[in-house]
């Protein structure tokens, strides 16, 4: 797929801001559901296998009740535990459990429904949805770009690239903190690059650390909830740069172990206090280019792996959860060495 276009030249969309890709990856007359996964073909593949040479796994995935202060909506994780007894089986010593939660509460994956281009309220590929549209009962019936769509593609198998500007920034002495709103431009990301040695590659899944979730964890609610109360994170510039630069290097997608992959200020340009309508490389990722974000990552035990092999880019493994018209989802995640 080296004959993508780059995101001045890819073809108009009616309505649309330049730089929409809906279309590109449409095939037989279909509405395309995966967006910039297409880019993972067989020897995409491949090369991302030969990442692996010590034979070691690092899992990226936070703890689901890592997060103890959870947004209004958004209820924290329940965990029953039972016996068979007491479902009225007699003499059997055995155990099982339910879970309920929220798929934006820690690690995950934002489908391409889950935030849409606000001035139109479509998704990727000029999707309008409703309730019904994503309470189908099979993914057979299911028409719209979610999460239960990777498992007919075997889930996801990339080279994974490690971004760590928190290491980078405590290397360098750079005032940078995970709860300051600071953004990463696209000349830190590529400055990083050149500092780590990596080149990136079309295909490859770029993950940027920050420190957030490791700043969070361990804390009580109470002290999770004193950080979150400055409603400012920092990531990844929320610009029209970024989001072209994103485009252009041919990211299959994107991860960040805090909770927006971008940067969240407390005022936008205009001065208005910030609001969440206001997310910028959101629509551009998500409904424009049919790009995943991956958002509250564990990245701290891929980050010292990283820094002692003297390597920032692995095979990476992920699978959502199979179930029909998922809008958000664990990653299960694992970067392999």
Known sequence: MSSI???DSLPKVEGMPQGCAWGVFDKDGKKDLLGTLNLLTPDVVKAAASEVKEGVSISLNWPLNGMRFTFPGRNPPVHKVQNLESMGLKDVYSWDDEIEFNTQISSQWDSLCHFQHQPSGLAYNGFSLTKEDLSKDSTAENTAPTLDHWHERGGVVARGVLIDYKAYADEKGIAFGPFDGKSITVRDLEEVAKHQGVEFKQGDILIVRTGYTEALTGKTAEEQLAYLMSRTVSGVEPSE???????????????????SFETIPLTIPDGSQWQVKDLVLHPWFLSMFGLHIGELWDLTALS????????YTFMLTSVPLNLPCLVGSPPNALAIF
């Open 5 to 7: 276009p780059d995101f």
């Open 241 to 259: 740069e970024v989001a072209k630069w994103v485009w252009n290097k041919h990211f299959a997608a994107v991860a960040s172990d805090n909770v």
């Open 304 to 311: 010292a792996h990283c820094k002692k092999a003297k390597r």
